[in-house]
């Protein structure tokens, strides 16, 4: 049983940054894929970022792309999210999520695909 941590939300302006943590409880999360998600008010869960086990294959969503960032420290059993240039449109509450691991990112949008969730830290970025 993996339980994780989210931290590091809040309240910016468009442009700035933010980086989110994911701490999990698990002495071995390095055994572990992890994703990142969010979800808008009177949306569903979308799909953000994420990384394998070792962190050297990660994969992110079309809206994302070139502004967060993924990153991971197993010593310290934390996973990372760097969000730059933030846009309104990044408002959301933010999940991370574990799996077990693979060297495949296949179906890491599909959040079905995780059994370990966090619960959330909330992200506003006003205009």
């Known amino acids: 049983q993996v339980q994780l941590v989210e931290s590091g939300g809040g309240l910016v302006q468009s442009g700035d940054s933010l980086r989110l943590s994911c701490a999990a409880s698990?002495?071995?999360?390095?055994?572990?894929?992890v994703g990142w998600f969010r979800q808008a008010p009177g949306k569903e869960r979308e799909f953000v970022a994420a990384?394998?086990?070792?962190?050297?294959?990660?994969y992110y969503a079309d809206s994302v792309k070139g502004r967060f960032t993924i990153s991971r420290d197993n010593a310290k059993n934390i996973v990372y999210l760097q969000l730059n240039s933030l846009k309104p449109d990044d408002t959301a509450v933010y999940y991370c999520?574990?799996?077990?691991?693979?060297?495949?990112?296949?179906?890491?949008?599909?959040?079905?695909?995780?059994?370990?969730w966090g619960q959330g830290t909330q992200v506003t970025v006003s205009s």
């Open positions: 999520a574990a799996k077990e691991k693979s060297y495949s990112l296949i179906r890491a949008e599909n959040p079905r695909e995780y059994n370990y």
């Open positions: 698990e002495r071995t999360f390095s055994d572990y894929n």
């Open positions: 990384s394998i086990w070792t962190g050297l294959i990660k």
